[in-house]
């Protein structure tokens, strides 16, 4: 059950991400609309959130149709979300900066756009799902990374390479021993035939 339940865990985590970015999407084009799509910062997180959301909805189809799909490994996860999640930071922390600037200005000067305090809400609110998401893709990362060290230490190398959603763990082969340790004291204290007793017989 632990290993259904972090597949179910999994594909939350991927919808939810799928639902921030096509939110992120549509406030992103809430900001650029007045702006003639000028407004540069907006526009990166417009892209990156459609490329979010498109992979992620991707990859839970995939993982449905395709019992073998890259895409549902661990490798494949653990490689496309280090990326996202640093791509996210990274476009975070340079329109953060920006952001706080037209921010400061909604309070204290009438900005030159349509419907300015509409726009400043988006605005607002934009700047904070950005960070849930990154937040979201975070923790994703590290909960499957834990979950495939985890299963690799304990012997399952196949942890890597198969979808998270059909991981089963293997039972390790036990060898069993020949001789116990009492076995081989008895052995060592018995006293060795000699080889003219093992030529009579």
Not at 39 to 63: K, N, P, Q, R
Not at 117 to 122: D, E, G, I, N
Request: glycine share 6%; with cysteine.
């Amino acid at each position: 059950m632990i290993f259904l339940s972090l597949a179910h865990r999994v594909y939350a985590a991927h919808g939810l991400i799928a639902i921030l970015s096509i939110i992120i999407f549509g406030l992103s084009v809430r900001i650029n609309v007045p702006l003639g799509f000028s407004y540069f910062s907006g526009l990166i997180h417009l892209c990156l959130s459609a490329l979010t959301a498109v992979l992620a909805l991707l990859f839970l189809v995939l993982d449905v149709v395709w019992q073998t799909a890259l895409s549902g490994t661990p490798a494949f996860q653990l490689v496309l979300l280090g990326l996202m999640s640093t791509f996210w930071l990274g476009c975070n922390a340079f329109a953060t900066g920006l952001w706080g600037k037209n921010l400061s200005q909604c309070a204290t000067v009438a900005l030159d756009v349509p419907d300015a305090p509409a726009w400043c809400q988006a605005l607002h609110a934009l700047e904070i799902l950005v960070w849930m998401n990154w937040v979201l893709l975070g923790v994703l990362t590290i909960m499957l990374a834990v979950f495939v060290i985890k299963q690799h230490r304990s012997g399952q190398q196949h942890v890597w390479t198969t979808p998270v959603s059909r991981f089963s763990p293997r039972r390790g082969q036990h060898r069993i021993p020949t001789s116990t340790k009492e076995d081989s004291d008895f052995v060592s204290l018995r006293r060795p035939e000699s080889p003219v007793s093992a030529t009579s017989v």
